[in-house]
């Protein structure tokens, strides 16, 4: 079957995976040489909580506890009606922030909820003014795949840093290759 579908133009699904997500931490010597970029220490996990009622209650509940026991994850919303887990470290550990993302992740998807994880972003500053991110490393669970959101005032992005990101990460984390699946986030 796997013949017939790639001759018919049919893409095999790919199985969600948390496991590059970690792997971005081989990408930070990247950021850091070539673009002078280096991790906040802030990252999010954003999901929709529908279905039963009390989904987005038990949601927010099993988000806000994963990660560091001495921590507690930061739960909002948006208004798109979406639920984001902003967890942080500090100094910039991005190891130990990759390690609660995952948490979270994987929490949400052990209690049901992993049909409406939509991503996880690390952001990203630069050296000399590490208060304001710069890029936000946007990971994908459904696609496997990573892009750069790159914002640039309150409205605008810049795509020429975003495909220089691409660029540089391209060989070290797997990167989403279609553009036109790059939204803001």
Not at 8 to 22: D, E, I, Q
Not at 36 to 62: K, M, N, Q
Not at 115 to 124: E, G, M, N, R, S
Request: glycine share 10%.
């Amino acid at each position: 079957m796997a013949l017939l579908g790639s001759l018919l133009g049919k893409s095999r699904s790919v199985r969600p995976s948390l496991l590059p997500l970690l792997e971005l931490r081989s990408g930070v010597l990247a950021l850091r040489s070539g673009h002078a970029l280096a991790p906040t220490g802030s990252g999010t996990v954003c999901f929709v909580a529908e279905g039963r009622p009390g989904a987005g209650t038990e949601a927010e509940i099993i988000a806000g506890l994963a990660g560091d026991s001495a921590r507690r994850n930061v739960v909002t919303h948006d208004a798109h009606g979406r639920t984001i887990v902003r967890c942080w470290r500090e100094n910039g550990d991005l190891g130990w922030l990759l390690d609660d993302l995952v948490d979270v992740n994987e929490r949400l998807a052990q209690a049901g909820f992993a049909a409406w994880l939509l991503h996880t972003t690390v952001d990203f500053a630069e050296l000399r003014d590490m208060r304001h991110p710069r890029l936000t490393m946007v990971y994908r669970r459904e696609r496997g795949t990573f892009y750069p959101y790159a914002p640039r005032g309150t409205r605008g992005r810049d795509r020429a840093m975003e495909l220089k990101i691409r660029s540089s990460l391209t060989r070290i984390v797997p990167m989403e290759s279609d553009i036109g699946r790059w939204r803001p986030v």
